[in-house]
DNA sequence: GCCAACGTTGGC
DNA sequence: GCCAACGTTGGC
């Protein structure tokens, strides 16, 4: 039974063109630095779970749809000092961060605005509508995977 | 265990 | 740029 995701991820950092480009079109999700995010990863995500790709802070929306590949290994880029993501407390021995990879499906022909989202029956229940949520993977129903998908064409 | 201070996220 | 909301840290 594959499962659905949302993914968040600032364009200006890594967009669904950048997972596109990437090679055979995957890209490891690494950088995650919030529990609650991490577990999902961790523990939750399957190979084969689709995943809405979710652009953040630049015109923020659903921009396309991509799906798991990879389950959840050691983030490596906590280990080094040179990465924005760097943080001590976790390594080798011991790693505290986790990350799945992805591959890219489709972008959609239109994004699928967050507004839009907010404004449409049937996804009123989405985490990401809920008041000062910030969290960067989060499940989705398999009812708010298809009307997003439905919206994007 | 409490909670104030701080840093970050992310919409607008 | 602003600021609300959140998660984490660290003193006590």
Redesign the pocket.
Known sequence: MPRYWLM?S?PGCFSIDDLKNAPGGISPWDGV????ARNFMRDDMRAGDKVLFYH??TN?GVAGVAEVVRESYPDHTAWDPENNHFDP?STPESPRWFMVDVRFAHAFARPVT??EIRNTPGLEDMELL???????VMPVTQEQFEIICALGG
Do not use: I, M, T
Not at 33 to 36: A, E, K, L, T, V
Not at 130 to 136: C, H
């Open positions: 968040k600032e630095r919030n529990y609650q953040s802070v923020p407390a967050l507004r809920r008041k000062g949520s910030r969290l960067s």
